[in-house]
C-alpha cells in the first residue's frame, strides 16, 4: 500500500516538474516570440511566468526539500562567528607580505637555475 502511494505521489512530482520546466521554456519562447512588444513587458511577463514555474516547481518533495535546506543553510550562517576588520586587515597584510617573500625566493632560485642550464650548455658545446 506505501509502495503505491509513494509512486503515486512520484508520479505527479514528475508531472509537476514537467509542467514547471515547459512554463520556464514557454517563457523564454514568449520572450523571443513577442519581440514587437515592449522590452519592459516582455521581461516582465518572462519573470511572472518563470516564478510560475518555480513556484510549480517547488510544491514537489525536491522542492520542499530545497526549501529545508536552504532554511538549515541560513541557520548555520547565523551561525558563523565572523572576523572583525582589524583580523582581517592583519590576515591579509600577512598574507601580502608571505607572496612577496616567496616571490622573491621563487625568483631567485630561477635565476640560479638559469645560471646553471647556461653554464652546463656553454661547457657542452
Avoid: C, H
Avoid at 525536491?62 to 582581517?88: C, D
Wanted: proline share 1%; aromatic share 8%.
Amino acid at each position: 500500500m506505501a509502495t503505491n502511494a509513494e509512486s503515486q505521489s512520484s508520479t505527479i512530482d514528475i508531472a509537476k516538474l514537467l509542467v514547471a520546466l515547459g512554463l520556464l521554456i514557454a517563457s523564454i519562447v514568449g520572450f523571443y516570440l513577442f519581440e514587437d512588444v515592449s522590452l519592459l513587458y516582455r521581461v516582465l511577463g518572462l519573470l511572472v511566468v518563470a516564478g510560475v514555474g518555480v513556484g510549480v516547481a517547488l510544491t514537489t518533495a525536491k522542492g520542499k526539500g530545497l526549501i529545508t535546506f536552504m532554511s538549515a543553510a541560513r541557520t548555520e550562517v547565523r551561525k558563523v562567528v565572523w572576523p572583525s576588520r582589524q583580523e582581517t586587515m592583519q590576515t591579509t597584510l600577512m598574507v601580502f607580505i608571505i607572496v612577496v617573500i616567496l616571490s622573491i625566493f621563487l625568483w631567485f632560485v630561477d635565476m640560479l637555475l638559469g645560471w646553471g642550464v647556461k653554464v652546463l650548455l656553454a661547457t657542452g658545446g
